[in-house]
């Protein structure tokens, strides 16, 4: 069996939803109509009944206007370049400030997602009910591109833009001018349940979409993804959203923020799930991305939030204190065809790579920690003590014997787990030691489902990420996955103060090694309040980057990118 013919799941201890443990998926009918919807049908409903709704949420927003107040969620010195930054309005060209790019280096963009939320930053809600608020990850989707292109004398012009992902939430609220939809994603249970109505009653979506968490190119044309909704198309050259992706109709549910390309094919591997039956759903998409070749329901009995296809899934209520599971299952297969593993609780949040060792064996790759990053109602009121608990780095609590149930659980290594197809037996263990955390991990993507010797992450910084109660990673590690059991691993540490984020993989135009590329990354300087994009030789990680490109903004921190040709 060849790796194109399977994807994996990784279920990480099943856990209802409940309404105040996530982030609602919105429903799939609402009652107000974008702009740049030109392919759905406008909603037929009566005069009376118009008018009757119309009324009605007048009341509710008059209702909401006198029982419910917006606050700011203050951030700490710490936490600054999480703030949220202007939209730029059109690419500007920017410059090399230090090395040059080099000669092979291929023309295109790298562009990365991230939350930028709206009116200066996160809101809480405030009324009799109590408080509500929202989650680190939510914020609207903001993508930021770096376009590399080359005259006729071999001469790099680079240039930068940015722009808002303008879901159907973010345009009512732009028109409103104002915050309007209350956050429904944590707080006590009878704040959460009210907003939540409320919300539907005004909008039927119970919580805002958001659209910031990864950008993929497929069939090329490009999408920004999120696991709560519909992708987003957007115009790769001026960053204009161009409308939901749902495959012609075929696809109106959920997708994945990490959907994965089938090797050989180059067919789209997804999958999406909701509040209602079917809990979990999987899907391929012809390699011109113009049909769904492929849907099945895998008859889940409870729904979970998915974050990765092949191995991970992010659960917002992980119990470690039950069990895991890895399904493998025929690309083309049904629910009664998934071969399930048990393995050792866990919460991994990405993949690396999963790929076959000979007939009877799966190799799957991720990182792995104890403690799911989005936390479950009993984290306490506290949240910024849960985080700065959580990123503590698990050797030195362990030193210090200041250990609790939280300190350290938040910290990810790089972790193996070997699948037998013909026994059902499962070995697993770290492939990286305590020295430092890692996560979003990436390959090169022409080994994606295929036997990698290398991988890379981004490298947590267990202190700064303490101090601060959100993750910030300090520098680039590359993973040498053959060899001794002792793994090597290359580090490319920034200065000091300095944090990236939407690290991608470059390849050689006609290269012959794996790690004949670079990788790319937006990185900041807190001491200086600057934002770069760094490439850095994959092949010689460790050496100091090859080309620093001075941007005129500033890049929050964020989550996923890509590097495409265009």
Known sequence: MSISKCALIHMSSSADRTPFTHNFKPFAVTPFKTAFQKNVPTLQINAPYRRLKEASVRLLDAFVDLMFVFVDEPLLPSQSNFAPVEEAGEAVQVSIVEGA???????????????NPLYGGLKSAVSIFGKTSSLWVEGEGMVHAVYFKKDGAGNWTTS????????ETYLLEKDKNR???LPAAEGIPSAVLSSYLINLLRLRAGAKQYSNTNVVEHGGRFFSVTETHSPQEIDIHTLETLGDWTIDGAWTRPFTSHPKKVPGTGELLIMGCDNLKPYYEVGIISADGSKLVHKEDLKFDRTVISHEIGVTQRLIKYEKDKHSRIGVMPRYGNAESVKWFAVEPSCAFHLINCFENGDDEVVVMGCKGQESIIPGPDFGVDKFKWFSRGFKNVYSVEENGENTDQDGMLFARAYEWRLNMKTGEVTEGYLTGTEFSMDFPLINP????LKNRYAYTQVVDSSASSAAGMPKYSGLAKLHLEGTNDKLVEYHMFPE???????????????SEEDDGWIVAFVHDEDADKSQVYIVDANRISGGAVAKIGLNSRVPYGFHGIFSPI
């Open 497 to 511: 103060n300095t944090y990236c984020s939407g690290a991608a993989f470059v390849s050689k135009p006609g290269a």
């Open 101 to 115: 790019i080099p000669d092979e280096f291929p023309e295109g963009v790298y562009i990365r997602n991230g939350a």
């Open 446 to 449: 022409s080994f994606t489902g």
């Open 179 to 181: 915050p309007y939809i």
């Open 160 to 167: 930068y833009n940015n722009r808002y992902v303008e879901t």
